[in-house]
């Protein structure tokens, strides 16, 4: 038998949004991994992070390893790596430490839609070659959001595009002027460029942001209210697909 690494997807933050097979997995896992930000000098900056929070609802804190992922780490791209590297390093350690057990990693969201468990698995590939990688799914932002919001993400034949931000505004803009509904990721920093990028595009209407959703801080409303100040990073949009053709109208 060799040793497993798990990535387990928690969702955006609500701990009533975990799988029941999410759940089972974090508490079968020998170890449970956490990301952290970095602190300025590169070490563990001390606030839980989302995962952790939502983790800590379903396990132990003794069985819960936080490692430091860079995950705050933009700008400095040979910084960001070195933090990868030490990160898939430790993981390593347990791994090897568990030759025939588990290391659960529980990322928000789901493990295969921009989650830094993708880069942890390539490097874990390396390192401890025959390692059995595996992934439990989990509810999106944009799945959360269309819930608390009521916006619905498609319907007949419409096409979802789903863009982070981190790409550039003028991506999101492209993806705005086709068809189909679209969601933004990670725009907080831009608020201000997407604000734009709706009105010029004529999607305003309609569309609907959101942050921190399912925490006491949770904040929905319109994107015709965002506003030129900086947003959480993690914040999410739906821009809603026009529809005029009346019920099933796009079937």
């Not at 069985?63 to 990160?87: C, H, P, Q, T």
Request: hydrophobic letters at 40%; aromatic letters at 4%.
């Amino acid at each position: 038998m060799s040793s497993r690494l798990v990535g387990v997807g928690v969702g955006p933050g609500d701990p009533e949004l975990v799988t029941v097979k999410g759940v089972r997995c974090l508490r079968e896992a020998d170890v449970v991994v956490v990301p952290v930000m970095a602190a300025a000098d590169g070490t563990d900056g001390g606030e839980p992070g989302r995962a952790e929070a939502t983790v800590l609802h379903y396990v132990g804190a003794e069985k819960v390893v936080r490692i430091v992922f860079a995950l705050n780490e933009r700008s400095d791209r040979g910084r960001r790596e070195a933090a990868w590297d030490a990160a898939g390093g430790r993981v390593a350690e347990l791994l090897r430490a568990r030759p025939h057990g588990s290391v659960a990693f529980a990322t928000i969201g789901d493990p295969n839609v921009y989650s830094t468990f993708t880069y942890l698995a390539q490097t874990i590939g390396e390192l401890v070659p025959g390692t059995v990688v595996e992934t439990v799914p989990g509810i999106t932002a944009m799945q959360d959001l269309a819930a608390r919001s009521g916006a619905v993400l498609t319907e007949g034949t419409e096409p979802l595009t789903l863009v982070p931000v981190t790409a550039g505004a003028s991506v999101l803009k492209d993806a705005l002027n086709g068809p189909g509904t679209v969601v933004a990721y990670k725009f907080g920093r831009l608020a201000g460029e997407v604000a734009t990028a709706l009105r010029e595009t004529g999607r305003t209407e309609g569309a609907v942001w959101g942050s921190a959703l399912g925490l006491p801080e949770e904040s929905i409303r319109p994107a015709s209210e965002l506003e030129r100040e900086t947003l959480p990073y993690l914040s999410t949009l739906i821009a809603p697909a026009r529809r005029d053709g009346g019920r099933g109208g796009k079937l």
